[in-house]
Nanobody, 123 residues
């Protein structure tokens, strides 16, 4: 069974950058699109970014638009999230998710989720 594995999280200072990776493990990921979500301490899960696998079309949450970039690598069956100009408010566990069919890029439905990778931005 295909699993999603996130990596690249860590501790950075405000204004710094991180690059998160989401790789399929156990098989080839076949999906309409993939997305990144995050959940900070005591907060609801928040949509970050999504990409349509076939076309490369992207969509971003308002709080990260202009700072984060989502991309894909077809050969590696992986999705990435480049995070620049990080703020303390970006501190969260970041999750990669996949949707076989999406009616709305923010809501999915996303039915395959990774375990998450922690991002901490110092203040």
């Amino acid at each position: 069974q295909v699993q999603l594995v996130e990596s690249g999280g860590g501790l950075v200072q405000a204004g710094g950058s991180l690059r998160l990776s989401c790789a399929a493990s156990g098989g080839t990921l076949i999906t309409y699109g993939t997305g990144w979500f995050r959940q900070g301490p005591g907060k609801e899960r928040e949509f970050v970014a999504a990409i349509v696998w076939s076309s490369g079309s992207t969509h971003y949450g308002d709080s990260v638009r202009g700072r984060f970039t989502i991309s894909r690598d077809n050969a590696k069956n992986s999705v990435y999230l480049q995070m620049n100009s990080l703020k303390h408010e970006d501190t969260a566990v970041y999750y990669c998710a996949a949707a076989p069919m999406i009616t709305n890029l923010e809501s999915g439905p996303y039915n395959l989720w990774g375990q998450g990778t922690q991002v901490i931005v110092s203040s």
